[in-house]
């Protein structure tokens, strides 16, 4: 199975900086084929299942703020949020869909400070 | 508008059995993969299960493989999660969720989720 790492497991940020939230693969994810990173960024609040952020490691969701964007290839992968926002306080989980069974990283818990 | 509602959670005892529903509205079921993630409370997320839009092939994690099963039925919009020989740490939310595109595989609208209890 491939192992999703991401770094750090928490995270605090002031209003308005930048946060940026890191995961690595224990493998490629990087299909030669179409040149894709089969990864995918979600954000889940307290309560809420978790909301897709970013596909194809940067492809922004419909609806999605700008602020959020993903970047990274093969098996280094970031997310970054330019501008931090109070309704962004979140747990961030990343996930490889390169092969089955699909992991998960182990979350980072983004809070204000 | 994609809408997706679990149900079947509850209170059981280990070893024993339950099986999930999924209902599923807004958009063509029968052309979409579908999965299964839980979450243990307090914890992170754990991908279960996936099954093809046409039902033709089934993925498992290795923690359920052998005791769960997934099925759908396309006549109907529901997805199914039958669980046997129910473990503690199967204790979750179980979420059910449509692919983001068709020929994907990942996560990309979710439901709200339906809680199992494995407990004595």
């Known amino acids: 199975d491939i192992v999703m790492t991401q770094s750090p497991d928490s995270l605090v940020v002031s209003l308005g900086e930048r946060a940026t939230i890191n995961c690595k693969s224990s493998q490629s994810i990087l299909y030669s084929s179409n040149n894709k990173n089969y990864l995918t960024w979600y954000q889940q609040k307290p309560g809420q299942p978790p909301k897709l952020l970013i596909y194809w490691a940067s492809t922004r969701q419909s609806g999605v703020p700008d602020r959020f964007s993903g970047s990274g290839s093969g098996t280094e992968f970031t997310l970054t949020i330019s501008s931090l926002q109070a309704e962004d306080v979140a747990v961030y989980y990343c996930l490889q869909f390169y092969s089955t069974p699909h992991t998960f990283g182990q979350g980072t818990k983004l809070e204000i400070k | 508008e994609v809408q997706l509602l679990e149900s079947g959670g509850g209170l059981i005892q280990p070893g024993g059995s339950l099986r999930l529903s999924c209902a599923a509205s807004g958009f063509t079921f029968s052309n979409f993969a579908m999965t299964w993630v839980r979450q243990a409370p307090g914890k992170g997320l754990e991908w279960v299960s996936a099954?093809?839009?046409?039902?033709?092939?089934?993925f498992y994690a290795g923690s359920v493989q052998g005791r769960f099963t997934v099925s759908r039925d396309n006549s109907n919009d529901t997805l199914f999660l039958q669980m046997n020989s129910l473990r503690a740490e199967d204790t979750a939310v179980y979420y059910c969720?449509?692919?983001?595109?068709?020929?994907?595989?990942?996560?990309?609208?979710w439901g709200q989720g339906t809680l199992v209890t494995v407990s004595s």
């Open positions: 969720a449509k692919v983001g595109t068709s020929g994907t595989t990942f996560p990309a609208s």
């Open positions: 099954i093809r839009g046409s039902g033709d092939a089934t």
